[in-house]
């Protein structure tokens, strides 16, 4: 009967059933009316003081649903099954893997005479069965968890280097982590310029919106550990006093883990689970703190392939600006020059009127082929929203080919008063009266100024763009007069 059980043991596909044998076994065996098999849940206190005494799981043979409730502490088999203590009527053996006792394999009212060493022998045996079964059990789930860490930690590099935005990349890695730790919440922190952290990306079961913004002050206890690059383990962010921002009191277990790569502090991941959640294992913190390191290198190789792309965009950029004047432009003007002699010499009449119309058009081509070289000399990205931003852009780009820097003055609040569909009229304008400059000879100063307060015919509200430069012009009173364009706003 023995052998039979033992072999059986291997047999149940679940780890539940095969624990259910068990005890069903070692009650036939033994000839016992009561039997349990407690697993106790993750040990309580600290030091050598921890102790396992809550049940976890509870497999049982003839024991009714009420007398199952009145189970509540870790059966040992000293103290009896259902309160009835003495070794004549109950028996227990420790259920181990390796060293570490999990539960308690216990037995109460033998229905013919006392238990005996035989039925103890008989336990220690099942008890070693059930054990192997979990420790089995523990394997296979632990080789499968990890699997699962190293194809997520596959997936989130393969989405970091398919060219997401800074933002997304944060927001993917948090969303991955969140969902392979089992966590309420998945959350990105980066240093600050005050020495702090502040959560940058979310993702969350509920609403991450009151998470992200949330800032680590300066100084606090967690954030020496963090800033030094050391992952932190609280087992209550709700009541740990080194937890101190306000979304504290909604979670329990928590990991803060790195993200560093190559002695580089990228910021780091939480992973924090609701309130009365299950612990993290040691497992869970060993494949997390993998996952973050690959996470850190994945996110440095996406930011220099970024940068990289960027680089190439500038300079294809650069390369196409330079040819246009150096080559285009320059042609262009040299037959401007040739056809406007050519109009000088000719008699008055159609010929006259016709090489004239020639130059005024090939003058307004050079004048926009300037503009597209202004413009190609742009950053593509990281554009800024507001016209004050834009206008200095703008300017910056002229300066490389004007040799100086214009001077810019505003006055009033532009990028509030001046409303979106207005920019690219006053930008178009100055990329304009910047071209222009450039195309005067004997320019060393260009002033822009824009001005969001003036008033139109009529009262109206307005804005004005004036452009001087000190380049001496074909007319004589036309000296030093401005480009000026104007809209109502």
């Not at 930011?303 to 330079?322: P, S, T």
């Not at 020639?358 to 742009?378: G, H, K, M, P, Y």
């Amino acid at each position: 009967m023995l052998l039979d059980a033992v072999l059986n043991v291997g047999t149940e596909g679940e780890l539940a059933a095969t624990l259910q044998h068990v005890v069903d076994s070692a009650a036939d065996l033994t000839g016992a009316r009561y039997g349990a098999l407690a697993l106790a849940g993750p040990a309580q206190g600290r030091g050598p003081d921890r102790e396992r005494s809550r049940i976890a799981e509870l497999f049982s043979h003839g024991l009714s649903d009420d007398e199952r409730r009145r189970i509540t502490r870790l059966p040992t088999g000293h103290t009896g099954l259902l309160g009835h203590p003495g070794s004549a009527t109950s028996l227990g053996v420790p259920v181990r893997v390796h060293h570490d006792v999990l539960g308690h394999l216990c037995l109460a009212r033998k229905q013919q005479g006392p238990f005996t060493e035989e039925d103890l022998a008989l336990l220690r045996v099942l008890a070693s069965q059930a054990g192997i079964a979990i420790g089995n059990a523990r394997l296979y789930g632990t080789a499968r968890q990890r699997a699962r860490w190293i194809e997520g930690a596959a997936a989130v590099t393969t989405a970091l280097l398919s060219g997401e935005t800074a933002a997304d990349a944060l927001t993917t890695l948090a969303e991955s982590a969140r969902a392979l730790a089992g966590a309420a919440a998945g959350v990105v922190l980066q240093p600050t310029d005050e020495g702090g952290m502040e959560i940058v990306a979310a993702s969350a079961l509920d609403d991450p919106g009151d998470i992200v913004g949330t800032n680590i002050a300066p100084g606090s206890a967690v954030l020496t550990q963090l800033l030094g690059g050391e992952p932190v383990y609280i087992d209550d962010s709700a009541t740990d006093p080194r937890m101190t921002t306000h979304v504290r009191t909604r979670f329990g277990p928590s990991m803060m883990l790195p993200l560093q790569s190559g002695g580089r502090l990228i910021g780091t991941l939480a992973l924090p689970r609701r309130r009365g959640g299950r612990p993290y294992t040691p497992v869970d913190r060993l494949l997390a703190n993998q996952f973050a390191s690959q996470a850190a290198l994945a996110l440095l190789l996406a930011d220099a392939q970024h940068n990289r792309e960027r680089l190439a965009v500038y300079e294809d950029r650069d390369r196409i600006a330079r040819d246009l004047h150096d080559l285009v432009v320059q042609r262009l003007f040299a037959t401007e020059m040739m056809l406007e002699s050519t109009r000088r010499r000719a008699d008055e009449g159609e010929l006259a009127d016709l090489l004239g119309h020639a130059v005024d058009e090939l003058d307004s081509t050079i004048q926009e082929v300037r503009t597209t070289i202004f413009a190609l000399q742009q950053p593509p990205a990281d554009a800024p929203a507001g016209l004050r931003g834009k206008v200095l852009r703008e300017t910056a780009g002229a300066a490389g080919l004007l040799g100086f820097q214009p001077s810019v003055h505003f006055t009033g609040a532009v990028d509030t008063l001046v409303a979106e569909p207005l920019h690219e009229g006053l930008l178009a304008a100055l990329r304009g009266a910047l071209a222009a400059a450039h195309r005067r000879p004997g320019v060393t100063s260009v002033e822009v100024r824009v001005d969001a307060t003036v008033r139109l015919p009529g009262g109206r509200d307005g804005v004005r763009l004036v452009v001087r430069d000190d380049g001496a012009r074909e007319e004589p009173d036309d000296e030093g007069a401005p480009v000026i364009w104007e809209a109502e706003r």
